[in-house]
């Protein structure tokens, strides 16, 4: 297998959505995985019209990270058609409305641990061997937003999404496979948004651009 395989977890907005497409667009075969069908299709047909020559291809897997056996079984599949994986990507997160940290939202809080949390250190497993065998890397990206006011759901459990993130680099930083850990630069995405309303967007970095160097480093 010569095709350089990508898992891209969170594939159907924002800098996910960016970073899969700038993959396929540099010649990577992209599973994208994310819960919005619409999003994803939208991902496919921005590949399309670009029609670059050389440009890889899109497995769509609609599908929650939250669901461990959806998640082992398209982990299999990978296994199972290409061998492994050379690159995952992980931008899958809930971002909760901003609450003081006393009157946060039980399903919030939940769904904010099971996605940014849980999911996280269920799909490393899962993954990992995928990656030893292709010598690949795996992508985090950090939102230091810990403690900062009213950000205490989505701050909290992106810090330990991170941290899990950073001991598994430490684990692995011998033998592999390669654990990277990078903070984007400030985007207009519809996080973002949610979080400073009424901010000038126009300061923001472009998504494209933003996703475009953040693979250079790779």
């Known amino acids: 297998m010569t095709q350089k395989i990508a898992l891209v977890t969170g594939a159907s907005r924002g800098l996910g959505s ?26 496919d047909d921005r590949v399309k019209r670009a029609g670059l020559p050389g440009a890889g291809g899109l497995t769509l897997a609609p599908m929650d990270v939250t669901t461990d056996d959806a998640m082992r079984h398209l982990c299999r599949s990978i296994h199972d058609r290409w061998g492994g994986l050379g690159l995952w990507v992980h931008t899958a ?21 099971a996605t940014n949390t849980r999911a996280t250190g269920m799909l490393i497993p899962m993954v990992e061997p995928l990656l030893r065998a292709h010598r690949g890397t795996a992508l985090f990206l950090d939102d230091p937003q810990a403690g900062k006011p009213f950000f205490g759901a989505y701050g909290a459990t992106k810090a330990a999404q991170i941290a899990l993130a950073r001991s598994w680099q430490a684990e692995t930083a011998k033998h592999g496979p390669r654990v990277m850990i990078q903070t984007p630069a400030p985007l207009p995405t519809a996080t973002r948004a949610r979080f400073f309303p009424g901010e000038d967007r126009a300061r923001l970095a472009d998504v494209q651009a933003e996703a475009a160097r953040l693979l250079d480093l790779l």
Not at 19 to 40: C, D, N, P, S
Not at 97 to 107: N, R, V
């Open 18 to 43: 960016a970073m899969a497409e700038q993959l396929a667009l540099r010649g990577w075969h992209v599973v994208a995985v994310a819960r919005t069908v619409g999003g994803l299709e939208d991902l």
């Open 93 to 113: 997160i809930h971002a909760a409305p901003l609450a003081p940290a006393g009157h946060i939202d039980p399903k919030d809080w939940d769904k904010s641990i």
